[in-house]
């Protein structure tokens, strides 16, 4: 009998197909104690088993690139974090086997993370991950992933690593659906960048059956367990007709009536300007410059490794537009040589801006660079601060670029709620604002974007926060200046125009979304997203907000 299932899609498309569930995780090693002559032994296999881990995951990053290559890059050097290695040979040199040492090291600082705060799950989970792969390797049993199959099927787990998601083969995983997540979680990013359909925060996802038929919708979040012939029929039927009008719609976005709405990309580094130039970006209105500091986490990378790799995304977008975020460090992205490692709260503390002001060699480095990166290039470059919370910010930004001889236009991102209240003022000292609306939804309802307890609260259609958008675009259109989004919002088709309809001025998404929205917005005119828009906002909920727009468009 069909059952319907409903969590948070994140990701587009169709997927129908039977139930593989996610390997286990790897279960405790027994607390034996071994003799003081194994210990070092016992020290040698941990130190080796750590090192193929995080060897492994830098291969993987390699393999997958782009955003995926930063995270599990990250994941690689928590891996071989001193502290944690440390600790570990300790634990086996009062008598604990190599395997326990690591599980109760990892446990412990499990533990110490868990208790700063719950700014840092989306770190717990990671922390996670790669004990679960240490351990697996020491005992010599299979390590937890993705399980194998000849067939095609829909992959249901509990929460998915970046390991594991970074490599998913589109061909054989037609979609997959997890208990916790949320719309901005890693696992959600990078699904959207594989263009595999998929569902989030669906309570009671582990208890699918294994080889249940179920069809995943990753537009509406919706799960069909045991389908109907019907229901299959209408959902491939749906699909085919998306399919079309994405081969239909070709050129810059614009809505029907020919308002343009410059479609953009969001990008990790080289690696990813091939999909946006394929995807038909007309520029970059996020690129992620962390890629190249977490290389090494002891030192920021030299003037000349910053130009060249700059240079790479500058020169695929002759005569376009490239946003560039300079470091956003802090949080849930820690640098040994720049963050502070006792802050109570990272994600209120010394993050983005405040970190580079606090350390401004390094932001007059990466400025320089992307200054040199651009010399000769008829690209249109702009430059943005990550976490600006008020004017005396974004002045101090500005009067960084331009000491570093920078000529380009200056932003700030309006991912704290007091920059989208007083936008006005930021736009005195910068000449755009760009929308992290990712950030701005964590921090205007204080809700861990990590944490799929509270993915109600992340969603983007929530009307405060299309509340905050429309102060910061009237702000733009008032000072004669640019307001774009590059949050994950921007990457839902239906919200795309809702944005348009707020008076953003260009929309940045990951590549594998910009045929969806451009084929969305060519649907209707700039009046009727202005429409649906107000009746977004004069909702009281995501959910109603979503109804209202998608009523007002379809001219019910």
Same mark, same amino acid.
């Given at each position: 009998?069909?059952?319907?299932?409903?969590?948070?899609?994140?990701?587009?498309?169709?997927?129908?197909?039977?139930?593989?569930?996610?390997?286990?995780?790897?279960?405790?090693?027994?607390? $034996?104690?071994?003799?003081? *002559?194994?210990?070092?032994?016992?020290?040698?296999?941990?130190?080796?088993?750590?090192? =193929?881990?995080?060897?492994?995951?830098?291969?993987?990053?390699?393999?997958?690139?782009?955003?995926?290559?930063?995270?599990?890059? =990250? %994941?690689?050097?928590?891996?071989?974090?001193? *502290?944690?290695?440390?600790?570990?040979?300790?634990?086996?040199?009062?008598?604990?086997?190599?395997?326990?040492?690591?599980?109760?090291?990892?446990?412990?600082?499990?533990?110490?993370?868990?208790?700063?705060?719950?700014?840092?799950?989306?770190?717990?989970?990671? +922390?996670?991950?790669?004990?679960?792969?240490?351990?697996?390797?020491?005992?010599?049993?299979?390590?937890?992933? #993705?399980?194998?199959?000849?067939?095609?099927?829909?992959?249901?787990?509990?929460?998915?690593?970046?390991?594991?998601?970074?490599? &998913?083969?589109?061909?054989?995983?037609?979609?997959?659906?997890?208990?916790?997540?949320?719309?901005?979680?890693?696992?959600?990013?990078?699904?959207?960048?594989?263009?595999?359909?998929?569902?989030?925060?669906?309570?009671?996802?582990?208890?699918?059956? *294994?080889?249940?038929?179920?069809?995943?919708?990753?537009?509406?979040?919706?799960?069909?367990?045991?389908?109907?012939?019907?229901?299959?029929?209408?959902?491939?039927?749906?699909?085919?007709?998306?399919?079309?009008?994405?081969?239909?719609?070709?050129?810059?976005?614009?809505?029907?009536?020919?308002?343009?709405?410059?479609?953009?990309?969001?990008?990790?580094?080289?690696?990813?300007?091939?999909?946006?130039?394929?995807? /038909?970006? *007309?520029?970059?209105?996020?690129?992620?410059?962390?890629?190249?500091?977490?290389?090494?986490?002891? %030192?920021?990378?030299?003037?000349?490794?910053?130009?060249?790799?700059?240079?790479?995304?500058?020169?695929?977008?002759?005569?376009?537009?490239?946003?560039?975020?300079?470091?956003?460090?802090?949080?849930?992205?820690?640098?040994?040589?720049?963050?502070? /490692?006792?802050?109570?709260?990272?994600?209120?503390?010394?993050?983005? +801006?405040?970190?580079?002001?606090?350390?401004?060699?390094?932001?007059?480095? %990466?400025?320089?660079?992307?200054? $040199?990166?651009?010399?000769?290039?008829? #690209?249109?470059?702009?430059?943005?601060?990550?976490?600006?919370?008020?004017?005396?910010?974004?002045?101090?930004?500005?009067?960084?670029?331009?000491?570093?001889? +920078?000529?380009?236009?200056?932003?700030?991102?309006?991912?704290?709620?007091?920059?989208?209240?007083?936008?006005?003022?930021?736009?005195?000292? #910068?000449?755009?604002?760009?929308?992290?609306?990712?950030?701005?939804?964590?921090?205007?309802?204080?809700?861990?974007?990590?944490?799929?307890?509270?993915?109600?609260?992340?969603?983007?259609?929530?009307?405060?926060?299309?509340?905050?958008?429309?102060?910061?675009?009237?702000?733009?259109?008032?000072?004669?200046?640019?307001? /774009?989004?590059?949050?994950?919002?921007?990457?839902?088709?239906?919200?795309?125009?809702?944005?348009?309809? &707020?008076?953003?001025?260009?929309?940045?998404?990951?590549?594998?979304?910009?045929?969806? #929205?451009?084929?969305? +917005?060519? $649907?209707?005119? &700039?009046?009727?997203?202005?429409?649906?828009?107000?009746?977004?906002?004069?909702?009281?909920?995501?959910?109603?907000?979503?109804?209202?727009? %998608?009523?007002?468009?379809?001219?019910?």
């Amino acid at each position: 009998m069909e059952t319907t299932l409903r969590g948070v899609g994140v990701s587009h498309g169709v997927a129908i197909g039977e139930v593989r569930h996610m390997g286990t995780a790897v279960l405790e090693p027994p607390a $034996k104690q071994i003799p003081a *002559e194994e210990a070092e032994r016992e020290q040698g296999r941990a130190r080796k088993a750590v090192e =193929a881990v995080a060897a492994d995951l830098m291969a993987r990053g390699n393999l997958a690139g782009g955003e995926a290559q930063a995270v599990l890059e =990250a %994941q690689a050097m928590m891996a071989q974090d001193p *502290e944690l290695i440390a600790d570990v040979e300790r634990r086996i040199a009062v008598g604990s086997t190599a395997e326990r040492g690591v599980y109760d090291a990892f446990a412990a600082y499990r533990e110490l993370l868990a208790g700063a705060g719950e700014y840092l799950a989306g770190r717990v989970a990671d +922390l996670d991950d790669v004990r679960n792969r240490i351990v697996a390797r020491l005992l010599g049993v299979p390590m937890p992933g #993705v399980p194998d199959s000849d067939e095609p099927y829909v992959l249901v787990a509990r929460d998915l690593a970046p390991a594991d998601t970074a490599l &998913l083969d589109p061909t054989l995983v037609l979609g997959f659906v997890t208990e916790e997540g949320g719309p901005t979680s890693h696992s959600a990013i990078l699904a959207r960048a594989l263009g595999v359909p998929a569902v989030v925060a669906l309570p009671g996802a582990g208890e699918l059956a *294994e080889g249940t038929m179920i069809a995943v919708d990753g537009s509406t979040g919706e799960i069909f367990v045991d389908p109907s012939n019907e229901k299959k029929a209408e959902l491939e039927a749906a699909a085919a007709a998306r399919k079309a009008a994405l081969a239909a719609a070709t050129g810059p976005g614009a809505t029907a009536d020919g308002h343009k709405v410059p479609l953009l990309a969001n990008i990790g580094g080289p690696a990813d300007v091939t999909a946006a130039v394929e995807a /038909g970006a *007309e520029g970059v209105g996020l690129f992620r410059t962390e890629f190249l500091f977490l290389d090494d986490s002891k %030192q920021a990378p030299s003037e000349e490794k910053q130009v060249a790799a700059y240079r790479q995304v500058l020169e695929a977008f002759p005569e376009g537009r490239v946003v560039v975020r300079v470091l956003d460090a802090g949080a849930d992205k820690p640098l040994d040589f720049l963050t502070p /490692g006792d802050e109570p709260n990272p994600a209120l503390g010394v993050r983005g +801006l405040r970190t580079l002001l606090d350390h401004p060699d390094i932001l007059r480095t %990466q400025l320089t660079a992307l200054a $040199k990166a651009a010399e000769g290039l008829p #690209v249109y470059l702009e430059v943005m601060a990550p976490m600006v919370a008020d004017r005396i910010d974004a002045r101090a930004f500005a009067d960084a670029c331009r000491e570093a001889g +920078l000529r380009a236009k200056f932003g700030a991102m309006v991912e704290i709620p007091s920059a989208a209240l007083r936008a006005r003022s930021i736009l005195q000292e #910068v000449e755009f604002l760009s929308l992290g609306t990712n950030d701005l939804a964590q921090y205007t309802f204080a809700a861990d974007r990590q944490v799929g307890a509270v993915s109600r609260l992340q969603d983007p259609w929530q009307p405060a926060l299309l509340d905050l958008v429309a102060l910061s675009a009237e702000a733009a259109k008032a000072e004669g200046k640019s307001c /774009g989004v590059c949050g994950e919002a921007a990457s839902d088709p239906l919200l795309a125009c809702v944005l348009a309809g &707020l008076g953003v001025t260009s929309l940045s998404m990951g590549a594998a979304s910009i045929p969806y #929205v451009r084929a969305t +917005l060519a $649907k209707y005119t &700039l009046a009727q997203c202005e429409r649906a828009a107000a009746a977004a906002r004069a909702s009281d909920s995501a959910e109603d907000a979503r109804s209202a727009a %998608q009523a007002v468009l379809s001219g019910e």
